[in-house]
């Protein structure tokens, strides 16, 4: 059997020649997935009925059983998101940046891949598809670790992307599939091999990894977010963002924890808050002025740091902007904060000080996602400072590499004055 | 006194104002530490006196001697290049992306500083003065050491750097001195408030700290770099190119290492590279093949995968393309690695396959560096696969944040259909 070392290079070693692949032959290969995936349906259903029957009988949270279910629906949405993955432009080999160096020295940035990406990710058999195939468009090769509960499912969908791909053409190995939790603590370590780690579960997962490898992680430990009240907030937009920010999906990171309320609204805004998260049935905590004005809980010091995925949310009266500003690079996660103002300059200031990979003004958090952001796909949301921040869709998959074509040109030359740079910007797609 | 943590967080809260701050008072803060750095030469050279004084008492090697010793001609340079920077358009807040997501609901991506770096390097003071300037025009906080050899020089230009931006109006506490080793390993522990660690040092310390930090670190650990011959290229560049990247100076990481050669060019190319070599006093080992033509001792497995920084080279004879690129791949650092082919189709292949930051076609490894290559100021060359690779320039000290614009929109709206998103590129700078 190979080890999760020997898989991790095969896949760096298919890497090198994926990263060279033509479009076509990627392009058919997601074709074929496609086609695959639909006429092995019933395969795949079977795979999945066993997997949720199993889950079931070691009686595994609804939700989760809800998410690890696959069939015809979903089926045939990620078919529908594979064929539109194929449609996009070829993000490989883009020129990014052309410079003339000097006459006949001629410089260009162009895309590529960033190499071997290892996917940890929970339940969801859709994310192994999405995912994958996200990787073969842009180049990586991938190590999938899937959820053990989707053990069946994972297996044959990985086996028909496998397969279908080395038909179309793609070099064998890019697509590895990690099955134990002991090949997964090794992955931690492989870092030699695996260029980019991304983890999609929960928080504490996700924070270990961060801790625990020296491999660079996209993703994000905490999705603490804020909405605040500024004093010039246009009060018919107030419940309707609030609710939709903590309840339209609350096992969302991009839902709303904090309300933070200029202390000249709240005795007219918390009321109508209490009354609308009340209906739909969301405890509230608040700070000692808070409660004063509309007697809930007090929050404790912890609550403000806390990201509850859950039906609570915890409010605080502020003296206005630089406090919630204050407050929020404290307390948030840098995820995502929005304002309500009806002030452009107020938003500017909020926009340009809260350290956050997404700051909004007039607008549920819940919009900061890939795909509401027209990313087309997501590879996650990352509250990273580098590389790429915020919802991150395809282009989070590639880094970049210098190509210069000279003609003998060497630095002696340069140095003793024999010649001298030009500098000079081409805009021009590279020609090799 | 204050701790590294303490240290640390003023620059981290500095940063959230540094982020926002205009570019008039960020240009006006570099022409003012330009002037004094000028005013107070002489206190700066007398600092330095007594570092070189010291360094020299201690027996400290001629080269690091020459490296720290800072007086006229070297301030002169760094008063230049601080204008010169002055000079450069603000990197941030400028619109990377503009989408309107639904009528009256805008998004915008926008560069943004990354927030507090972390910069360790060796014993050249004009390093401190570069990338502190870097980081103020790109608005990074920034936490120094400098090697103790130059404590007194880069105390009083700290200073210098510290009350000029002050009096100009920059937020305090955003540059600050870190002076002891066991500080620097405290440092390597606040991945709270470092953001990014830049090592310019040795390979071996750079290592060191990608081992024991979980900070993200922008650098390379080693750099070695390869020239193949293939069977086509021009006679005329083998000799320039190969002396050039070798010994043009010893001392950089984009020096070559190995060189390969094509076999059938290996008993033409061999004598004159050998001869060539010889000349400028670089020792040579080679493979067997290699030996057996022109002579010189084997070379150790080790050797192949050494980066000498001295006068010293490794070469192999290989059977072909394949063979070179397999090679480089399994060999090579990432860093820098260079054809001589007179095909476009083999340098295309090359360049493809090559999974190196640069990949270059007949022109000496040595060209691998920002200045070179037009970015006008240099952080650092990266080998990593993330954020920035190869010679990165001030845009590798940028992030982005997403700036969201709207008038009341919920999720909710779109998930019921009422509204559908219309996804539509604006070209449109960020009015926030």
Same mark, same amino acid.
């Given at each position: 059997m190979m080890t999760i070392r020997d898989k991790a290079k095969a896949a760096k070693s298919a890497s090198f020649k994926l990263a060279a692949l033509d479009s076509a032959t990627k392009d058919a290969a997601l074709e074929l997935i496609a086609l695959r995936l639909e006429s092995r349906k019933d395969e795949i259903i079977a795979a999945n009925r066993e997997d949720c029957a199993r889950s079931e009988k070691e009686q595994i949270a609804a939700p989760i059983l809800k998410r690890l279910t696959f069939e015809d629906a979903k089926i045939a949405d990620v078919v529908d998101g594979t064929r539109s993955l194929k449609n996009l432009? @070829?993000? *490989?080999?883009?020129?990014l940046l052309s410079t003339e160096?000097?006459?006949g020295l001629d410089l260009y940035r162009v895309s590529c891949p960033i190499g071997v990406v290892g996917i940890i990710f929970e339940s969801r058999p859709d994310a192994l598809l999405q995912i994958s195939t996200l990787c073969l468009k842009s180049g990586n090769a991938v190590l999938l670790k899937g959820g053990s509960e989707a053990a069946l499912t994972n297996r044959i969908l990985a086996e028909i992307i496998d397969a279908a791909s080395k038909e179309a053409g793609v070099p064998e190995g890019w697509i590895q599939l990690v099955e134990t939790r002991a090949d997964v603590n090794e992955m931690f370590a492989l870092n030699e091999e695996i260029d980019l780690l991304i983890p999609r579960g929960s928080n504490a997962f996700v924070k270990y990894i961060m801790d625990n490898s020296s491999i660079p992680v996209l993703g994000?430990? @905490?999705? *603490?977010c804020h909405i605040y009240l500024h004093d010039d907030c246009d009060t018919d937009k107030v419940v309707p963002i609030v609710v939709d920010s903590k309840?339209?999906?609350?096992?969302?990171?991009?839902?709303?924890?904090n309300i933070l309320v200029h202390e000249s609204v709240a005795s007219r805004e918390l009321p109508r808050i209490k009354a609308a998260l009340a209906e739909k049935n969301v405890e509230m905590v608040g700070c000692k002025k808070t409660c004063a004005i509309i007697n809930i809980p007090a929050a404790t010091t912890e609550d403000w740091h806390t990201?509850?995925?859950?039906y609570k949310v915890a409010i605080k009266v502020v003296s206005g902007l630089d406090e919630a500003i204050a407050f929020i690079n404290e307390?948030?996660?840098?995820?995502t904060d929005s304002i309500l103002t009806e002030s452009a300059t107020t938003a500017k200031t909020f926009m340009a000080l809260v350290d956050s990979a997404c700051v909004f003004q007039?607008?549920?958090?819940?919009?900061?996602d890939g795909f509401r952001f027209g990313?087309?796909?997501?590879?996650g949301i990352s509250t990273s400072k580098i590389h790429a921040r915020g919802p991150?869709?395809?282009?989070?998959l590639l880094i970049y590499k210098y190509k210069l074509i000279g003609n003998?040109?060497?630095?002696s030359q340069y140095a003793s004055k024999e010649k001298t740079y030009t500098h000079k910007p081409m805009n021009t797609v590279c020609p090799l």
């Open positions: 432009s @070829d993000p *490989v080999g883009v020129t160096l000097d006459k994000h430990a @905490d999705g *603490v309840t339209q999906y609350v096992a969302a990171c991009n839902t709303v924890e990201e509850y995925v859950d307390h948030g996660s840098g995820h007039n607008c549920s958090t819940r919009f900061s990313f087309g796909a997501e590879v991150v869709g395809l282009d989070g003998g040109q060497t630095v």
